[in-house]
DNA sequence: CGCCTCATTGATTCTACTCAATTCGGGTGG
DNA sequence: CCACCCGAATTGAGTAGAATCAATGAGGCG
């Protein structure tokens, strides 16, 4: 897709950073080079991994939504990040999966489980890169904003993903939206309940959002 | 130093991920390969870089301690890391610095301003991939633990990196803890004198923390 | 020696959590 | 088509834990 980065010289033609945007769908062709790779589809809360297993593919989201998540001992969870279609997961650091991995609702997943070539490690770096800086920022929100902040920046981050639409399909249910955020599900709830009254929002069901006054928000968020 | 790192194949044998450790050395060695790289000595409190700026060098920490962090409008301030002698930081996910870097102390650094090629892109995965999975680690502290959890997640993290010596000298001050962990200076100084009421440690100045029962902290922080 | 910053401790407030009771909404079967 | 069911979501009341505000104490440096 992106012949910007067949060429490795491209990625930094002045300096250490990479001036393209991480893209998956670059991987992707590299992955697939000279071989079929089978998509398996997920049903809704089912496992593509977990924490321990040993790593040994990397997973490309055609569909769906998949939550990806650590758990303390007595199980309290945080959701690390959820990934959407045409993301990239499941790299890891060494041989073992850090973290779980599941389906939120219906998912079709690629999956490849050639070794890693040098040519696609360094593809993949981008990738890296950028889970990194949005790790790095959510930890932000979690570790420094309120219950409205962190809802707010849930919701304008959610909005952006799927290209800012008017109206917002969230596949996932309140529990992994308050172990995103490191809130309970009753705080989101009422979270949700104070944006309507006051007008930023509407709820058509509880998952389908319109985004009244996204600017508002965004402003909450920040 | 470690010729693992020379042969692109050597990363993943059998399997999609890195077996080996992350290895800052193997990517300075790639780095310093035909020229050489200033070093240049920060006094504490110093600002390496800051958000926004162009990110136009990789760094590699000689001595010292830095922070890595994050700032909202109005001040508040989330450190997504502390970096210690040896770490490599300044990759970027683009052409933009998204974070600020302050030397906490007397730091020496040397600053590799090179073109980013195809191989030491490779050699920065795993550097990337483990900082990945620790800001996802600590969004699990952040996230989920309470504080007394969250201070002893942080000493007991302390600890390991120093190698795991009796008394552990802090280089930062409580402000950038707090920061760290999400929390007031009041509650980490508090959160502290609890640890020394219940003679999990010893204080020797503020900065001077003799850890006596290493066990029952990382028992906490679990 | 004295100053200034950093750290500790105390009193109080407030945000988000916990526990509990409804209500809502999507799916199923009569 | 409607009634029912069940999990998910909302709402309410009370509480706990960390933040805030304020005062005091300790260490390092000129």
């Not at 969870?77 to 045409?86: D, L, T």
Request: charge should be positive; charged fraction near 25%; hydrophobic fraction near 45%.
């Amino acid at each position: 897709m992106n012949a910007h980065f067949a060429n490795p010289k491209a990625w930094s033609p002045g300096g250490i950073a990479f001036r393209s945007e991480a893209d998956p769908v670059a991987v992707l062709s590299s992955l697939d080079k000279g071989g079929q790779h089978p998509t398996v589809t997920y049903a809704a809360n089912c496992e593509i991994y977990a924490q321990g297993e040993r790593a040994s593919a990397l997973y490309r989201l055609s569909f769906g939504t998949v939550r990806l998540y650590r758990l303390l001992a007595d199980g309290r969870r945080q959701i690390s990040a959820f990934c959407v279609a045409g993301e990239v997961f499941g790299f890891e650091a060494d041989a073992e999966h850090h973290f779980f991995a599941e389906a939120i609702c219906a998912a079709g997943i690629r999956v490849y489980r050639k070794p890693l070539d040098g040519e696609t490690a360094a593809l993949l770096l981008p990738v890296a890169l950028k889970a990194l800086v949005r790790a790095q920022e959510h930890l932000l929100v979690i570790g420094r904003q309120s219950a409205s902040e962190r809802v707010a920046a849930f919701l304008i981050d959610m909005m952006e993903r799927q290209g800012a639409p008017p109206t917002l399909e969230l596949a996932m249910p309140r529990s992994d939206i308050a172990d995103y955020l490191g809130l309970t599900i009753e705080t989101v709830s009422r979270t949700f309940s104070k944006f309507r009254e006051r007008g930023l929002l509407r709820l058509h069901g509880a998952r389908t959002v319109e985004i009244v006054k996204a600017e508002a928000l965004r402003q909450l968020s920040k």
